[in-house]
């Protein structure tokens, strides 16, 4: 299908085009103008196209521009954060893609002083970038086609965010805490890696046995009277009253409860919860108090999900990507220890996303939540011997893993509707 390509336009300094066709929009950062930066081509990774000089920025599958009408692609966490929330991005978007007029030629627009002042962002007084080198993109495996597109998955490392309570101007109860998904916000690196076989999901709901004797009952709803009665006395006189209430309903239930109870029943219980040995009324009786046993809710369980890759280097530089992975898990599933070590700190989490070729999350494969790391294993000789290439590489890995979400899923967040596979 024909695509249509703007003009260029200015976002920040950074030159970018659109390439539009029926339904959606590629956003592209441009060398012209201004020269990519090596952190810029770091991060987008695969999305970089070197013969052109230039990176696939985000999707815009949204040509309405509702909320969150962008999907990352080689973008930063940062520009994303920015694009979505920055009304003048959005209008700069509308411009190129023909949605509330022409485009906006580079020169004239600059001329006219239609573009917004430029900010450098993520940079320091010397203009030089203020990003972390140790947030990492990596990829497995290097030098992917990039005429046949694959499915992937994708794995952010953040730096986790402890928790607090949520203030009543949240509209939710001041004694709730934030879902780590809205915790989140430093990343500190990436991988792509390929989609493994396997690939599965388990839901739980806790439940259990619940039993309530017919003394428990009866001892539930008097103190469940009382407390209410007494709670509504306003003085000496009412609380008085409540009290006489209370007792005369405790009497009135009492006669009720044991009205077609003989007195030999009576006492082998009170004898058998005397000597501590409740069998003994059942041994002396040939009965049991009728439990009311029921299958209770008792809360929700969080799900795990595990993975195996197996890496397996066809050159020397994928052998050092395939150890860049490997540690990459190693360092932010590790435990952190704060200056003078009285405390450790929680290691960082990750979010897990299955993408489709096209670059949006996958509509047939579940969402996932944030998680932590909580195992992780390579084998070094998967092969049943120990082989190396000339440079001490070896010839194939097997790594399996286990994540575990920080939070279990709730109803409201299953859309039975929606274009995906939700949680």
């Not at 690196?189 to 046995?209: C, I, K, T, Y």
Request: proline share 4%.
């Amino acid at each position: 299908m024909a695509t249509t390509k703007s003009d260029y336009f200015l976002l920040d300094g950074n030159s970018f085009y659109t390439e539009t066709d029926v339904n959606s929009a590629t956003i592209i950062r441009s060398g012209v103008g201004k020269a990519l930066t090596q952190t810029e081509k770091d991060t987008a990774g695969a999305y970089y196209n070197a013969t052109k000089d230039e990176i696939s920025y985000a999707q815009i599958y949204n040509l309405a521009f509702g909320a969150n009408f962008l999907n990352q692609m080689g973008g930063s966490d940062e520009w994303m954060a920015k694009a979505l929330s920055d009304p003048k991005y959005k209008d700069a978007f509308k411009k190129a893609t023909g949605k509330t007029g022409p485009n906006i030629n580079f020169a004239a627009a600059k001329d006219a002083e239609k573009l917004w002042e430029p900010s450098q962002q993520n940079t320091d007084a010397n203009g030089k970038s203020a990003r972390s080198r140790r947030s990492p993109t990596l990829r497995y495996p290097l030098n992917e086609s990039r005429t046949v597109k694959y499915d992937y998955m994708q794995v952010v490392a953040y730096k986790h965010e402890a928790n607090t309570m949520q203030s009543n101007t949240d509209k939710v109860s001041p004694l709730s805490f934030k879902g780590a998904d809205e915790r989140i916000k430093t990343s500190v690196g990436r991988v792509f890696l390929p989609m493994q076989p396997g690939l599965s999901e388990g839901n739980a709901v806790d439940w259990g046995n619940g039993t309530a004797n017919p003394f428990e009952t009866f001892g539930f709803n008097v103190a469940q009277g009382a407390i209410k009665k007494f709670g509504e006395a306003q003085d000496g006189a009412a609380f008085e009253g409540a009290a006489k209430q209370t007792m005369e309903k405790t009497i009135e239930g009492a006669r009720d409860m044991f009205g077609g109870v003989t007195g030999n029943d009576i006492a082998s219980y009170f004898a058998a919860q005397a000597v501590g040995n409740a069998s003994l009324f059942t041994r002396g009786t040939g009965k049991i108090l009728n439990p009311n046993l029921e299958l209770l809710f008792k809360g929700p369980r969080l799900r795990s999900f595990n993975y195996q890759f197996r890496f397996t280097p066809r050159e020397k530089e994928e052998s050092r990507v395939v150890k860049r992975i490997i540690k990459f898990f190693k360092k932010n599933m590790a435990v952190q220890i704060e200056k003078g070590g009285l405390f450790l700190k929680t290691p960082n989490v990750f979010k897990l996303k299955y993408i489709y070729k096209n670059g949006l999350p996958h509509p047939y494969l579940n969402k996932i939540k944030t998680c932590a790391l909580t195992s992780f294993n390579v084998d070094y000789t998967p092969d049943g011997s120990y082989m190396t290439y000339d440079d001490g590489s070896m010839t194939s890995y097997n790594v399996s893993m286990s994540f575990g979400e920080l939070n279990p899923i709730y109803e409201d967040e299953i859309d039975e509707y929606s274009n995906d596979m939700g949680f």
